[in-house]
């Protein structure tokens, strides 16, 4: 029998890849539907949520734009930590019991020194903006909840994710696009960037996923795990490579407007812990996902 799965953000970039994974026959979980819709700001839209108990809840959903973080702090909060609150108090009024898993972000690291890499669980947060001060508090309040009530709760803390369905104002994908457009002749070949000169840990979204699968199957509760490739990729090189793939010449023009300081120039995540844990390994290569991020902004581009 199929266990019962509640997530939270479903309609976001994760999101929609999970709801692919569990239309699969094969898959042990079932997609728990929301019974009614909600906003997680708003406690008394949660008190009709589950006719039936999940057996587990991923909570995806979260403002995750850092601009967006610093320009409006408080709406940041009020989603990712207290609408974490009322989820989990929406939850405990239900007399759920089963298995939580909090995703947070690597980036409430901040900045790590470069002697410091790869990163581990052991090093301490010191998050820089208000989105990862935001993650972090939630991730804080997760556990807490765990320890207090008796539940299995877990915290993952991915890394920079790619894929197929992102929106372009994530680098990968504004690549993409532009190389797509660049292609169809709808755009100079030039290319706009930010600053490409950094490294960061990108990992497929599907192997995101079945990092949460994972936790979900095998985690030890109370505890934090990095969900990262472990390998560390200039951003420079991953344009070139899709230029290349796509066959097109391209001028990199950097865009002030794109310009955001990068206070950490290298990124590389360790998911020793993960990989000991539950015995998952990263299994698509940058490649892979290079491929198949130009081939669903071919259509894309050709829908716009």
């Known amino acids: 029998m199929k266990k019962r799965l509640f997530i939270t953000g479903l309609t976001g970039f994760v999101g929609q890849h999970i709801q692919s994974r569990l239309a699969s026959a094969d898959s042990s979980w079932e997609l728990l539907p929301a019974a009614a819709p909600y906003d997680l700001t708003n406690l008394d839209s949660l008190?009709?949520?589950?006719?039936?108990?999940?057996?587990?809840?991923?909570?995806?959903?979260?403002?995750?734009?850092?601009?967006?973080?610093?320009?409006?702090?408080?709406?940041?909060?009020?989603?990712?930590?207290?609408?974490?609150?009322?989820?989990?108090?929406?939850?405990?009024?239900?007399?759920?019991?089963?298995?939580?898993?909090?995703?947070?972000?690597?980036?409430?690291?901040?900045?790590?020194?470069?002697?410091?890499?790869?990163?581990t669980e052991q090093q301490p947060p010191c998050p820089r903006n208000p989105y990862a001060v935001s993650k972090l508090s939630a991730e804080f309040l997760s556990l807490q909840w765990g320890l207090s009530e008796g539940w299995p709760v877990l915290v993952a803390r991915p890394f920079n994710h790619i894929g197929t369905g992102q929106k372009d104002s994530f680098v990968i994908a504004s690549a993409a696009r532009q190389i797509m457009r660049i292609r169809q002749g709808l755009q100079a070949p030039q290319l706009e960037v930010g600053d490409i000169d950094v490294t960061r840990d990108f990992l497929d979204v599907d192997d995101v996923i079945s990092a949460y699968f994972a936790l979900l199957e095998k985690g030890t509760p109370g505890q934090v795990y990095n969900v990262c490739s472990g390998q560390e990729q200039s951003i420079r090189s991953l344009i070139a490579q899709m230029g290349d793939l796509a066959e097109i010449d391209m001028q990199l023009v950097q865009d002030p407007?794109?310009?955001?300081?990068?206070?950490?120039?290298?990124?590389?995540?360790?998911?020793?812990?993960?990989?000991?844990?539950?015995?998952?390994?990263?299994?698509?290569?940058?490649?892979?996902?290079?491929?198949?991020?130009?081939?669903?902004?071919?259509?894309?581009?050709?829908?716009e």
């Open 47 to 119: 008190g009709e949520l589950w006719p039936q108990l999940p057996d587990a809840v991923i909570h995806l959903a979260g403002q995750t734009f850092v601009p967006e973080a610093f320009r409006d702090p408080a709406r940041t909060l009020d989603i990712n930590l207290l609408g974490t609150l009322n989820l989990l108090q929406a939850l405990k009024a239900r007399g759920f019991k089963g298995t939580f898993l909090y995703v947070s972000s690597g980036d409430v690291y901040g900045q790590v020194a470069e002697a410091a890499l790869p990163i």
């Open 257 to 303: 407007a794109r310009l955001r300081r990068a206070d950490q120039r290298r990124v590389c995540g360790s998911h020793q812990r993960l990989t000991r844990t539950t015995g998952w390994t990263p299994e698509i290569s940058i490649q892979q996902s290079l491929r198949a991020i130009l081939s669903d902004w071919e259509k894309r581009v050709r829908q």
